[in-house]
């Protein structure tokens, strides 16, 4: 199929011949682009060209010209290699990748771990804090009065030790001096002179 310009394709403009309807380099070649085909002709020939397209299917014949021109191009460029040469360079670069993004996650997990360490660390900190004072408090509470209760027990000056003291000693007085009066009125009982019956 010819140019819609009525222009002969790249193909057949290079090849000096006329551009047929049914030209099988058109679709791929237009006139606008002569490099493209002068270069796959140096490396491939029009004629294995011309071959390979007849052998493929129209849809698949657009993928084949273009692999064909890219492959052509980087051979022109570099005549050893060619398009082998930067796919090897490609892979080395994707190994490189591949190696930098593991030593990445490996840092990674080594910062995350090391951030999950000092979480829970200062977390056991804080709960051992806690429980210490709790523990205190509650000693303090066992042993000690709270402030509420104090004021209570404490009266004039006196807590409740203090006035448990005075009470058993004024106890004590008390029962001392019952005795003393109870042996006094025996031994005056002792002294008197008993009446005889009449």
């Known amino acids: 199929m010819a140019s819609s310009s009525n222009s002969p394709c790249a193909a057949c403009k290079f090849l000096r011949r006329k551009c047929q309807p049914e030209c099988v380099f058109?679709?791929?070649f237009p006139p606008d682009q002569p490099q493209k085909f002068a270069n796959v002709h140096?490396?491939?020939?029009?004629?294995?060209?011309?071959?390979?397209?007849?052998?493929?299917?129209p849809h698949q014949r657009e993928d084949a010209v273009n692999s064909l021109a890219y492959e052509a191009d980087m051979r022109l460029r570099d005549p050893v290699y060619g398009c082998v040469g930067v796919i090897s360079l490609l892979q080395h670069q994707l190994r490189q990748l591949q190696i930098d993004l593991s030593c990445a996650k490996s840092e990674l997990s080594k910062y995350q771990n090391h951030l999950n360490g000092g979480f829970i660390h200062h977390h056991q900190q804080i709960n051992l804090l806690?429980?210490?004072m709790a523990a205190a408090r509650d000693f303090h509470h066992q042993f000690f009065p709270s402030s509420h209760h104090q004021q209570q027990q404490v009266i004039n000056g006196y807590d409740a030790s203090s006035f448990l003291?005075?009470?058993?000693?004024?106890?004590?007085?008390?029962?001392?001096?019952?005795?003393?009066?109870k042996a006094a009125g025996a031994a005056a009982d002792g002294r008197r002179t008993p009446v005889e019956p009449s």
């Open 165 to 181: 003291a005075m009470n058993m000693s004024a106890s004590l007085g008390q029962l001392g001096g019952f005795q003393q009066a």
């Open 42 to 57: 140096k490396v491939f020939g029009a004629s294995n060209v011309t071959k390979l397209l007849n052998e493929l299917q």
């Open 130 to 132: 806690g429980s210490g």
């Open 26 to 28: 058109a679709p791929y």
